[in-house]
Nanobody, 113 residues
């Protein structure tokens, strides 16, 4: 089984940037699509970005143009670069692989006004 551990969250002011990392316990070569999700308090968990093994990416409209998902299979790591952060980006961020049924502890991102 592949275990994914999220890190890189923190407190940042609006307009700032953070980069989240999703480290896998073993090679991600055999993993197809990996996604970043977020869940704000009282809200449903939402897929914000996904990347396929071939490098195809997709983004939720709320983050398009501000967030970039990437993967480095040599380092068994998936990244989420977040720029121009807004208070509404505040959430716990999780990574998972399709069909998105396995979850780690997540990493908290808090954006202050």
């Amino acid at each position: 089984q592949v275990q994914l551990v999220e890190s890189g969250g923190g407190l940042v002011q609006a307009g700032g940037s953070l980069t989240l990392s999703c480290a896998a316990s073993r090679s991600t070569f055999s993993i197809n699509t990996i996604g970043w999700f977020r869940q704000a308090p009282g809200k449903q968990r939402v897929l914000v970005a996904a990347i396929s093994s071939g490098g195809s990416t997709s983004y939720d409209d709320s983050v398009k143009g501000r967030f970039t998902i990437s993967r480095d299979n040599a380092k068994n790591t998936v990244y989420l670069q977040m720029n121009s952060l807004k208070p509404e980006d505040t959430a716990v961020y999780y990574c998972s692989w399709y069909p998105y049924v396995n979850w780690g502890q997540g990493t908290q991102v808090t954006v202050s006004s």
